[in-house]
């Protein structure tokens, strides 16, 4: 994983994400809402996020859902 996230910024724990009842889950960069995941996708996130064996891969995972992380734009 040491080539995929060549800046570290992943370490600073900038993505988040809650679960609601009706596990709809809602995706946050620095607290902010970018992204919302229902049903089957909310499914396929949940499971990955709990096979995760560390909160740098949730990191990963988060970022690779949310699609900006590559483009570099994630600090605007």
Known sequence: MGNIDKRNRLNELP???QVTKNNTVF?????????????KEAEKFL???????N???IQLLLAK????FKRGNEGN
């Open 15 to 17: 993505f988040s994400y």
């Open 27 to 39: 995706l946050m960069y620095e607290g902010k809402q970018i992204k919302t995941l229902k049903g």
């Open 47 to 53: 499971r990955k996020a709990e096979a995760a064996e």
């Open 55 to 57: 909160e740098k891969e």
């Open 65 to 68: 859902v949310t699609g900006n």
